[in-house]
């Protein structure tokens, strides 16, 4: 780790990344350095890359529940904010390996907790998940729809959101919850973008078809009640996303009000729709081949943005669907030219 070019130098205070070298993460860092913001980034490389983060950024490769070397890497760039993507996301290994889940999101999240309360750090910001939701009753969802997970991942979202609210209570932590909806799209100017490994998300998979590294897509159900019979989300650019964890930062700083925030844009598209404006913007057929229902696949996830909007000023500015299968397709092809190279 390199402090030499950073700008602590100048005693500014930091806000600490955790998971900063993940998908989201990784364009929060960018984002945060783009408003003159110094980021210091703490991640395990679980999932992430180390790559993802500039080699002038503070980097820290540990769990964020290692109590000891968080706190003294917070203490080291005297860290102010902390933004919390750190996690495992995969809802169907969450299922599978929940121990994985309740150690990796809830345990660590209550370490880090700990570590940034004993710190006295003021502000606080968590990737949440619509996944908090369950099974909608209705569409667009809004935050004070009922909070019933169906699966360890969302269970274990909501826990730390309930230890936020009460940490707040208590303690005086401000924190947001964003609870983000289906994060999409790359800056691929900065060379950053979605690598997952093994992929789950439906825009990186149908590119991976238009560059030849699959066959088809596998449409998990066509006979939803949409309109095309098709699962319909809520796509939201991960840059607009980037802002967002900026805009509740500021919101928290200036003495706003803590609380839970979704994160989408109210439009929902079906995975036809998707795979239409793959096709326009590749200019590939992409094959697709149909299977079953996924078990807790709800058909409809769309947000209810408004309070981001009204709370903290946020609106997503990137995030029509053309434009995100765009900017992801630069990222994709980039990658696709320097496998083939
Ligand atoms: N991608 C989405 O559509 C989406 C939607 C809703 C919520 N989220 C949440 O957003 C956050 C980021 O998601 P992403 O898609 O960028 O995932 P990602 O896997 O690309 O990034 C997660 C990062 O956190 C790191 N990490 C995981 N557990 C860690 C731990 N215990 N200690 C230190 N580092 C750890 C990983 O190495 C990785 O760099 C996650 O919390 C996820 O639950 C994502």
């Known amino acids: 780790m390199s402090d030499r070019n950073h700008p602590m130098a100048d005693g500014a205070a930091s806000v600490l990344v955790a998971g900063g070298a993940g998908y989201i993460g990784s364009h929060v860092v960018h984002r945060l350095r783009a408003a003159g913001r110094c980021p210091v980034v703490v991640d ?41 993507l750190a996690a495992l996301s995969r809802v169907g290994e969450s299922v599978e390996a929940p121990r994985r889940y309740y150690q990796g999101n809830l345990v660590a999240s209550l370490a880090l907790l700990e570590t940034v309360l004993d710190a006295g750090v003021p502000a606080f910001v968590f990737s949440s998940t619509a996944a908090v939701y369950g099974s909608p009753e209705g569409t667009p969802i809004p935050e004070s729809h009922p909070t019933r997970p169906i699966n360890p991942y969302g269970e274990t979202k909501l826990a730390i959101e309930r230890a936020l609210e009460a940490y707040h209570l208590a303690y005086g932590l401000r924190y947001a919850a964003l609870r983000y909806f289906n994060a999409a799209g790359a800056e691929a100017s900065a060379g950053l973008g979605e690598r997952h490994e093994p992929e789950t998300h439906l825009i990186p998979l149908v590119l991976d078809v238009a560059l030849g590294l699959r066959p088809a897509v596998t449409i998990h159900g066509a006979d939803y009640d949409t309109p095309d019979g098709t699962c319909v989300r809520d796509y939201i650019h991960v840059c607009d996303l980037a802002d967002a964890h900026l805009a509740a930062l500021v919101h928290l700083e200036s003495g706003g009000g803590s609380g839970a925030f979704n994160l989408g844009t109210g439009r929902g598209y079906s995975v036809q729709e998707v795979v239409e404006a793959a096709r326009r913007v590749t200019g590939h057929p992409i094959p697709v081949s149909h299977g079953p229902r996924r078990a807790g696949d709800p058909s409809t996830l769309v947000a209810s943005p408004g309070l981001a909007g009204e709370r903290l000023g946020f609106y997503a500015r990137r995030s029509g669907l053309d434009v995100i299968v765009r900017d992801a397709w630069a990222f994709h092809r980039a990658r696709g030219e320097r496998y083939a190279g």
């Open 44 to 84: 395990s490389l679980v999932t992430g890359h180390r790559d993802a983060v500039p080699a002038a950024v503070p980097f820290l490769e540990a769990d964020v529940g290692d109590r000891s070397r968080v706190a003294e890497f917070i203490a080291r760039h005297r860290v102010r904010a902390v933004v919390h």
